[in-house]
């Protein structure tokens, strides 16, 4: 376990907090503030729970039950039964690094004192974050609105002592087992408590969370693979001057045009596109359109990253305790906005996406390679070369493209008709994560090409620029062979995939070119 603390205060939280819990397994304490705010919100639920007038969420059913007042001795069964009834999820089972961040967000709700669940309650949530304990959550399961309601409900299950959980040991074990193992009461759920822990857009807003930091060393990632395949098709860098780009000020453009630029400082291969074999006004846009489509990504990005910050602010639940004592229904549950964001990332990652791998099916024909040989192969007709790399690479773009269609344009009625239109942000963000495994496998299938594409150059009298240099020899050194005749390339394409997904791409260059946006 890692000892770094995150401390949960009454006023949200950070993405990186998020991450650190999520995949460093972060210890996590709740403030005293979180404290003072918990035990507020929770004298406020009480005397409304004493009157004899119904209030939603304390004293009544849920959905389309709500009409239902519920007397005092039943009210405890009502919220197990709540927790039960809607931990219904179905399919494999989610990551473990998004349960982490599904709790954590939980608890950083539940932390607010806007929900009215006690503090003892928000301590146990900690103790088995903290415990290493994961519940078993489905993939199938939520809507996106009234939160993600089965994931959430499978965690709360684990709070009670009841369903599966896996423990840190990994090993699937009795929720109840695990909790005695680490000595952890089982919380006897009040009123209101079991609606609170499963209202709200933590799964999305998690994977969503994870995903931007991904996408933010993929983008740069492409940049560099970008500039390494302009640097291998002999093409021009004059298209990366920032008076260029000024001219057109989005932001992500400049900053990849930037990145591509430092990455071919004092590169010899650059600017021969009118003096070979098949001489060139422009590069095709593949190349020379890269900072466009890369940086609007990144803008993207930014965007979806102001959604995420405000979520992370938020106290998603309902009903919800005001300051002023009211207890009062809201739609704050629904997942439109984070839905919406998760959505435009699956789109930019698919064009970025298509774009790379337009770039390494550039390299591989010698028709556009303007003196490659063909597939890069050593002894071609012979070898075959990265032939089927690129095929593999285009098999992900195709799936890529069908993950870019839009989750939240979707809607299931559901709850009787009271729920009649749903975010659909939890499929959004499932699809995501495999959007986000897929480009970085694009991405290395492209640095595996540019790479030895360069080195072939290399081999004829050119020189490579300095942090190209930097990028071979460290792939080299991780394992991921340069040209030669054909091999066995599946574990070469593997090692050069774990090699862009761990940082290490940006890692190698960024000595040379200085930190890299």
């Given amino acids: ?36 705010a918990l035990a507020a919100a929770r004298e406020i639920v009480d005397a409304l729970a004493a009157k004899p007038e119904p209030v939603y969420g304390v004293s009544t059913g849920f959905g389309a039950l709500a009409s239902r007042h519920i007397s005092q001795d039943l009210r405890a069964q009502l919220q197990r039964n709540i927790v039960r009834s809607h931990a219904a999820g179905m399919g494999p089972r989610v990551e473990r690094e998004v349960v ?17 669940v006690r503090p003892e309650v928000a301590q146990t949530m900690a103790d088995v974050l903290n415990a290493g304990i994961t519940p078993v959550v489905h993939e199938y399961g939520s809507l996106g609105c009234s939160g993600d309601l089965a994931p959430l409900s499978h965690c709360a299950l684990t709070l009670m002592g009841e369903g599966d959980a896996e423990g840190p040991d990994g090993t699937v074990r009795p929720a109840g087992e695990l909790l005695a193992a680490h000595g952890i009461t089982p919380v006897e759920l009040r009123e209101k408590e079991g609606l609170a822990l499963l209202n709200g857009t933590d799964g999305m807003l ?11 060393n993929l983008y740069t990632s492409a940049d560099i693979t970008a500039a390494l395949s302009l640097e291998a098709l002999l093409g021009t860098d004059k298209v990366l001057a920032p008076e260029l780009h000024a001219i057109r000020p989005h932001p992500g453009q400049g900053a990849s045009a930037d990145n591509m630029l430092r990455v ?8 021969h596109f009118q003096e070979d074999e098949a001489p060139r006004v422009q590069d095709a846009y593949s190349v020379r359109c890269a900072p466009q489509v890369n940086g609007a990504g990144r803008d993207t990005l930014d965007h979806a990253a102001v959604v995420a910050a405000r979520e992370l602010a938020s106290a998603v639940d309902n009903p919800v305790v005001l300051p002023d004592g009211r ?50 192969a050593d002894d071609a007709g012979v070898d075959s070369g990265l032939m089927i790399a690129q095929y593999t690479q285009a098999a992900l773009v195709s799936e890529m493209k069908r993950l870019a269609v839009p989750a939240s344009a979707d809607s299931i009625p559901s709850s009787a008709m009271q729920e009649d239109h749903v975010s659909m942000g939890w499929s959004a963000a499932r699809k995501l994560r495999t959007a986000v495994d897929n480009l970085a496998r694009i991405v290395a299938v492209e640095l595996y090409a540019a790479t030895r594409a360069i080195e072939l150059r290399a081999a004829g009298g050119l020189t490579p620029a300095p942090a190209s240099q930097a990028a071979i020899e460290a792939l080299r050194a991780a394992g991921v062979q340069g040209p030669g005749p054909d091999r066995f390339l599946s574990p070469d394409l593997a090692a050069a ?14 000595p040379v070119t200085g930190p890299l946006a």
């Fill in 497 to 510: 995939d774990a090699f862009v997904r761990a940082g290490k791409l940006v890692a190698a260059v960024e």
């Fill in 1 to 36: 376990m890692d000892m770094h603390t995150v401390v949960v205060g009454a006023s949200g939280t950070t993405a990186q907090d998020v991450i650190a819990v999520a995949r460093g397994n972060a210890r996590v304490e709740l403030s005293a503030a979180a404290v003072d």
């Fill in 100 to 116: 982490r961040a599904l709790m954590f967000l939980r608890l950083k709700t539940v932390a607010s004192g806007h929900t009215g």
């Fill in 327 to 376: 207890v009062e229904s809201n739609g704050n549950f629904h997942g439109a906005p984070v839905a919406y964001v998760l959505d435009f990332l699956a789109i930019v990652a698919a064009d970025l996406g298509s774009i790379t791998e337009r770039r390494t099916d550039r390299l591989l024909d010698k028709n556009r390679s303007h003196g490659l040989p063909p597939f890069l």
């Fill in 206 to 216: 998690g994977m969503l969370v994870m995903a931007l930091a991904d996408l933010r």
């Fill in 264 to 271: 071919l400082a004092g590169s010899g291969l650059t600017g």
